[in-house]
């Protein structure tokens, strides 16, 4: 495997700036203070941002970034998805975790994410189909009396591209996709109270290129040079493009960019009932023996 040095390098950076994140978020902490610090960590360990932190509250699966005028304040209880990627010239590591904010509330709910976790890693090798994987998280969650999220996936992992083929469910979608030697996966399961599905919330201001196009604003092609040449594929934070270039000149480019359908911006992710939702997430290098990238390092 090519750059399989900067894949290692890039699990093990996700890995201490997630550990991190986790001894952060408390009561009366800010968002935007926390995504500031999760972000200065991964620049000082050496790795950048291969998509905008998420911390999703409660009901939010994902898809939760610091908007440009931020305001949310943790509070104790809070149930937060901790969910980032740090890439190394393009080798991405994809991680989550989730917390209950100065509480052991919902202990057995984010346990069942992390069970599902584990039991989904143990069962990796070559050509295992992926509903096997799917099938194995479904029951773990369900053993605990929750549902996983059906319409939310892991995925592959390709240099500059983070949902790449294969999708890995989380249930036993009957799919006869195989896994294939030296390739690098993320499964993530989700654990709700609720019913289990998700749907598309408002924006969140997090925007990735889709479409390889000429624009024929001046300003909108100086804005966009900067997207692909720091970014690529990758999704990125509005307020970037803010720090960047001013709020004025971002906003007419973004507006402009996702108007000709050259970027494409994420919705929030919200559970469809309301339910509470925990998420578990860990890239993986998949051989006879799987490397797990993201392991914790403490």
Same mark, same amino acid.
């Given at each position: 495997m090519e750059n399989e040095n900067d894949w290692i390098k890039a699990g093990q950076i996700a890995s201490q700036v997630r550990d991190y994140a986790r001894t952060i978020i408390k009561n009366e902490s800010s968002l935007l203070e926390v995504t500031d610090l999760i972000e200065k960590k991964m620049f000082s @360990? =050496? =790795?950048k941002t291969a998509f905008p932190p998420d911390l999703s509250i409660n009901d939010i699966a994902?898809?939760?970034?610091? @908007?440009?005028n931020e305001t949310t304040v943790f509070k104790t209880g809070d149930l937060v998805k901790i969910d980032l990627g740090v890439h190394v010239n393009g080798a991405i590591a994809d991680t989550a975790c989730t917390i209950c904010v100065d509480s052991t509330e919902n202990k057995e709910l984010i346990e069942s994410s992390d069970k599902a976790l584990k039991a989904a890693i143990n069962i990796l090798k070559?050509? @295992?189909?992926v509903n096997e994987? =799917?099938?194995v998280v479904d029951e773990v969650i369900q053993s605990y009396n929750f549902q996983p999220i059906r319409n939310l996936s892991g995925h592959g992992i390709d240099l500059f591209r983070i949902h790449t083929k294969p999708n890995i469910p989380n249930y036993d979608n009957r799919s006869n996709e195989v896994l294939t030697e030296d390739r690098v996966i993320a499964i993530e399961p989700f654990a709700s109270t609720g019913i289990g599905l998700i749907h598309e919330g408002k924006p969140s201001e997090v925007y990735a290129i889709v479409n390889k196009r000429p624009t024929r604003s001046p300003v909108v092609r100086?804005?966009?040079k900067f997207i692909e040449t720091e970014y690529k594929t990758m999704p990125f934070a509005k307020r970037w493009i803010v720090k960047k270039f001013g709020p004025g000149k971002a906003q007419i480019a973004l507006t402009t960019l996702e108007r000709e359908n050259i970027l494409y911006q994420y919705p929030v992710l919200p559970e469809k009932s309301? =339910? @509470?939702?925990s998420q578990a997430e860990h890239s993986i290098l998949i051989r006879e023996k799987p490397i797990l990238l993201t392991k914790s390092l403490e």
């Open positions: @360990l =050496g =790795g994902a898809h939760y970034s610091c @908007l440009t070559p050509d @295992l189909k994987i =799917g099938k100086e804005v966009l309301q =339910g @509470l939702v």
